[in-house]
C-alpha cells in the first residue's frame, strides 16, 4: 500500500484503490505524511504556472452567451410531449449554466486569455499548453512515483528548497520554497553530493519556475545550493554554497 502514496496524492488511482489507500492512511502516519508533502508540492507547481486572465474576458464570454443558441435536451423517440415541455430551458438553468462555464475558463491557467472564436488565439494557446505539458512531464512522472521521496531544506537567508526524489526513475526535483531574490542577474544552483566525491551539478533553477529536474541522481545522499552567476558555475563546482541538506530517503 506504501507505494500507492504518489499516485493517489495527484489522485491517478481507482475508486477502489483510493478507498482502500484512504483506509491505509488512517493508521500510516508517514504514509499520510508523505501525501501531504506531495500535494503541497504539486500545488506549488500548478501556482507556478496559472496565469490571471484578462480583464474583458468575462464580458465576452457573457456576450457571446447571449448570442449562442440553447440546444435543447435530447429525448428519447415516442416523447414528443415531453420535449415540447422541455425544448426551452429556464433562464435560471442557462445563467447558471454560464455563471460555470466563466469560473471554468478563467481557471484554465494557459487559456485564461481565449477568445473562443479566434483561431489565432487558440492555436497560440494550444503551443503554450503542449510547451507546458513538455516541461511538466518529468515533474509528472516523478511526484507519481512509487519511490518518491520528499524532503525540506532551511536556508540561513530565510526560504530554502523543496526536494523530490525518485531512485527508481533515478530523477531528482530541486524546487525554490521562499529563497530571495538575487541581485545582479544571480542565480541558485543545485549541486549533488555523494560521499567525498566532486560535487555534481543538477542544474540552475529556472527563473519562471523556480525548480530544476535532473537525472542520474546515483547514490547521491546529500543536495546542496550555491549562488552563482547567471548561467551558472563557470568551473563546473559551486562558487558560494547556501545551503546543504540530506538526501529524501
Not at 97 to 121: C, D, K, M, W
Not at 225 to 241: F, H, K, L, N, Y
Amino acid at each position: 500500500m506504501h507505494t500507492l502514496a504518489g499516485a493517489f496524492a495527484l489522485d491517478a488511482v481507482s475508486d477502489i484503490e483510493r478507498a482502500e489507500f484512504s483506509r491505509h492512511l488512517e493508521q500510516c502516519e508517514s504514509c499520510a505524511e508523505e501525501v501531504a508533502e506531495l500535494r503541497a508540492t504539486a500545488a506549488r507547481l500548478g501556482a507556478a504556472m496559472a496565469e490571471e486572465p484578462p480583464p474583458e474576458f468575462k464580458d465576452r464570454v457573457m456576450t457571446a452567451m447571449h448570442a449562442t443558441r440553447q440546444l435543447p435536451p435530447r429525448t428519447r423517440p415516442g416523447s414528443a410531449e415531453r420535449h415540447r415541455r422541455s425544448g426551452r430551458a429556464p433562464r435560471w438553468a442557462v445563467l447558471t449554466a454560464a455563471a460555470a462555464a466563466v469560473v471554468g475558463l478563467a481557471a484554465g491557467g494557459v487559456f485564461g486569455g481565449i477568445a473562443l472564436t479566434q483561431q489565432q488565439e487558440l492555436q497560440s494557446a494550444q503551443t503554450q499548453l503542449d510547451q507546458a505539458k513538455a516541461q511538466y512531464a518529468p515533474v509528472a512522472a516523478l511526484l507519481s512515483a512509487p519511490d518518491a521521496k520528499t524532503g525540506h531544506g532551511v536556508a540561513p537567508t530565510g526560504g530554502g528548497v523543496t526536494v523530490v526524489l525518485s531512485r527508481s526513475q533515478n530523477r531528482l526535483m530541486v524546487m525554490d520554497a521562499g529563497l530571495p531574490s538575487q541581485p545582479g542577474g544571480k542565480v541558485y544552483q543545485a549541486w549533488l553530493l555523494t560521499g567525498t566525491e566532486a560535487p555534481r551539478s543538477a542544474g540552475v533553477l529556472a527563473t519562471d519556475s523556480g525548480l530544476v529536474v535532473a537525472d542520474g541522481v546515483g547514490n547521491a545522499d546529500k543536495v546542496a545550493v550555491s549562488v552563482e552567476q547567471a548561467g551558472g558555475s563557470p568551473s563546473g563546482a559551486p562558487t558560494d554554497v547556501l545551503m546543504s541538506m540530506p538526501a529524501p530517503a
